[in-house]
């Protein structure tokens, strides 16, 4: 695993499998993504060892939709006008609904 990444997910790599980690390390995994894995790890370390469990390619897909979605209100407009106000990241994503946990679909 890139060291860059690797200090982004000290929680996720006590849950996680090595094999999940050697996935991710591959995978395009931005910053923001990385953030999202090591705050569910910390909120949700259940449902996220769930998650692992369903399979890598759905884990995957899970957490590159949940940077997809959490880039797009944090760079729209509203997103990039809430940071000038004075939002912070969590702030902003919580005004949109957004958990901060992991919510898993059946």
Known sequence: MHSR??????????????????????ADINLNGWQILERWSRKSP???KALESRGHDIFLDRLLE???LEQEILMGEAGLESVVNGLS?????????????L????
């Open 5 to 26: 990444k690797h200090h982004l997910i000290k929680k996720a790599r006590e849950i996680l499998k090595p094999q999940t980690l050697e996935l991710l390390a591959s």
């Open 46 to 48: 259940e449902a996220l």
């Open 66 to 68: 949940q940077q997809q």
């Open 89 to 101: 990241h969590t702030e902003i994503l919580r005004l949109h609904a957004v958990r901060p946990e």
């Open 103 to 106: 919510e898993l679909y059946n």
